[in-house]
Structures are given as structure tokens and as C-alpha cells.
């Protein structure tokens, strides 16, 4: 790391707490390929991949974001080989059993988004026992995107409008941005609903179905660095280049 970088990253993290962004969303990609280039089975990137989420997590914890956003398994994955998919559903249990402790311990509070009824029962305990147990935590949200697409999320948003409209509800006209916000499964995030970085890793160039609405006016990064080597050292270069950048929201 440069010397010039460093004092870059000291100033922004220590000093700018207000370039720091308050809603930071990832799409942990490359794990495959990480596994792959060691000769090994996929599987064993996805294990190594969950090893640098706990890093991120703590990394951004310690920054000050308010939501981590972190997509795990899109309605995409179930086209997967079905042990792989397999594997992947048994991850937030490696993850709660070694990881629980350490959430607890900086204050994370655990919610997800994305369709929980095509999942295992299993993943689906494992996943309320997380919410129950940090549900008290008031630090930062880490917020897991387990089977989810956005464009389903989004034709459900239009059918429950839909509904409401034709039982009377509400009329065409109270349609806005603010109620479809209000119809999205981010919606519990408030005013943190749209993420202010949106980070790629791997050098994929694409959203693949993740957060299209919230994702409108987010800034994006995007690395070759396969996830399972993504560290918080490389985390912070995001946040630091997410601090030179000038949001101006489709103004001058």
C-alpha cells in the first residue's frame, strides 16, 4: 500500500465520517473460479468465500456503515448442480455457528430479504435463530440476500399495489416512488433503503438481478479481485474511492 493512499485512507476513515457511505451493497462473486484456479471443487471457494464475509463484516462495522447488504443465493442459483445449490443452503449454518459470537460481540444485527419459502426448513430455522439472536444488537445491519431476485421482488411490489388498488384502497394516481419503496422487502431499512456503493467483485460488469430499483442512483465499484481474496484492505480502497466521488443525483 502507498504511502499516499494510506494517508488518503486515515483521513477518509478517521476524519470524513461523512464520506463514509451509510448503505454499502456487495455481490460476492468469484468464488468459483477462486476454487477453480486451485484445482479444487467450487465448494471450497464458496467455504473460503464465507471466511472473508466475517472479515467485511468487521471491517465494515468498524467504519461506521449502517447496512451491509450482501447477496448470498439469487432465484438464478437454483440452476446450479444441485450439490452445489446444496452447499450453499448449508452456509448460513457454518456461518451462524462459527460467526454468531463474534455479531453479538460488535453489535450486528442480522435480517435478510428474498423469498424464504422455496427454502429448506432447515435454512429456514437457521435464519430465524440469527434474527432472534441479534435482534436486540443496535450497530450495523447485515442484511443477507437469500434467494432473491429483484425482479420478482418488484412484480410483487406491483401486485400488492395492484390489489389494494382494485379493492379499493387505493386509487392510480397515489402511485409514486415513495409507495413502491414502501412495497420493496427493503422497505424495514427506512431511509437507507437504496445503497449508496454497490461493490462487484471478480470483473463482472453486470447487476445480475440485485437491487434494480435501489440500485438507481448508487455509486458502483467494480474489482477483478475474486471475492474470496477481496480483503478489508481492498474494502477500504472502495470506500475511498466511493469518498472522491460527487453524488449529484441527476443535477448539475
Known amino acids: 500500500m502507498s504511502s499516499v493512499f494510506l494517508l488518503e485512507r486515515i483521513s477518509i476513515m478517521n476524519h470524513d465520517l461523512e464520506k463514509i457511505p ?3 451493497a456487495i455481490i460476492m ?10 484445482m479444487m ?18 471491517r465494515a462495522n468498524e467504519l461506521g456503515i449502517k447496512i451491509l ?4 443465493f439469487s432465484t438464478e442459483n437454483w440452476s446450479r448442480p444441485e450439490d452445489e445449490v446444496n452447499f450453499l443452503l448449508n452456509l448460513p449454518k457454518d456461518f451462524f455457528d462459527s460467526f454468531l459470537s463474534q455479531l453479538n460481540k460488535n453489535n450486528v444485527k442480522v435480517d435478510y430479504i428474498g423469498d424464504a419459502n422455496r427454502l429448506p426448513e432447515e435454512t429456514q430455522a437457521i435464519m430465524q435463530e440469527g434474527l432472534a439472536q441479534t435482534s436486540n444488537n443496535t450497530g450495523m445491519i447485515l442484511n443477507i440476500a437469500l434467494n432473491y431476485g429483484s425482479r420478482q421482488e418488484i412484480t410483487q411490489a406491483v401486485q400488492l399495489i395492484a390489489t389494494k388498488v382494485a379493492q379499493g384502497e387505493l386509487i392510480p394516481n397515489e402511485i409514486n416512488e415513495e409507495l413502491i419503496d414502501a412495497h420493496l422487502m427493503t422497505r424495514f ?5 437504496a445503497p449508496d456503493l454497490m461493490i462487484r467483485t ?14 438507481a442512483y448508487s455509486e458502483f465499484y467494480f474489482t477483478d479481485i475474486l471475492w474470496p481474496d477481496f480483503k478489508p484492505e481492498q474494502f477500504d480502497e472502495a470506500i475511498t474511492e466511493y469518498s472522491k466521488r460527487k453524488r ?3 443535477k448539475v
Open 248 to 250: 449529484r443525483f441527476g
Open 69 to 72: 447488504t450482501v447477496y448470498a
Open 189 to 193: 431499512l427506512g431511509a437507507y433503503s
Open 29 to 38: 462473486d468469484g468464488n468459483g473460479r477462486w476454487a477453480k484456479k486451485r
Open 202 to 215: 471478480s470483473g463482472e460488469l453486470r447487476l445480475s438481478n440485485f437491487l434494480l430499483w435501489q440500485l
Open 22 to 24: 451509510k448503505h454499502v
Open 41 to 58: 471443487p467450487r465448494v471450497f471457494g464458496h467455504r473460503k468465500g464465507v471466511e472473508t464475509l466475517k472479515e467485511i463484516v468487521i
